[in-house]
């Protein structure tokens, strides 16, 4: 008889918490990247042995920075999703001003500097500008953060590159050209 009143009791308790379970995880589920409304990337470079850089690139959800561009230089849309993945992800107010070595603030000799900056507005329509910088030895010691928001625009940068290379050295319809 105990035995029976106890299978009611466990029965009737599961029952009761049963209701209070939380939805199963698909119904619970939120995106892993909570973009803001808008916003901007941009990497600078200078410096190296000639003090040029190597270049630069600025790109936007909305794409204004990339209507001046041709179109060989315009991000694919799983570039640009990478890249927007990277943005939600990025937490920018967590950066550092800069990542440089102690010994070598300055980035001596011949480095590249590297300036990332992400401009972002939120749904208050209020602009937020996070900037860092580091310099070439520092490249691989970057918060996986930053790290993924300067992978996905540079290689948006280099992958235009290739593209409009690939387009000035091709004649009409696709051929080679003829190298005079």
Not at 23 to 46: F, G, I, K, Q, R
Not at 79 to 101: C, F, H, I, M, Q
Not at 102 to 112: A, I, T, V, Y
Request: hydrophobic letters at 35%; glycine letters at 8%.
């Amino acid at each position: 008889m105990r035995s029976a009143v106890l299978v009611v009791v466990v029965m009737w308790m599961l029952a009761c918490t049963s209701e209070r379970l939380p939805p199963p995880a698909a119904e619970t589920a939120t995106p892993d990247v909570a973009l803001p409304v808008a916003w901007t990337v941009a990497v600078t470079t200078s410096g190296g042995f000639v003090g040029h850089g190597l270049g630069r690139v600025v790109i936007s959800s909305d794409d204004a920075a990339g209507r001046e561009q041709p179109s060989c230089r315009k991000p694919r849309p799983a570039e640009l999703d990478r890249l927007r993945r990277a943005v939600g992800k990025a937490n920018p107010e967590l950066w550092a001003a800069s990542y440089t070595r102690p010994k070598n603030p300055e980035g001596c000799c011949d480095q590249f500097r590297y300036t990332l900056t992400l401009t972002m507005r939120g749904s208050d329509g209020a602009e937020r500008r996070h900037s860092t910088f580091w310099y070439s030895e520092m490249s691989e010691s970057l918060p996986p953060e930053v790290r993924d928001v300067f992978d996905a625009a540079w290689t948006i940068r280099k992958h235009g590159d290739e593209r409009c290379k690939a387009k000035a050295g091709a004649g009409p319809e696709g051929s080679p050209r003829a190298t005079p």
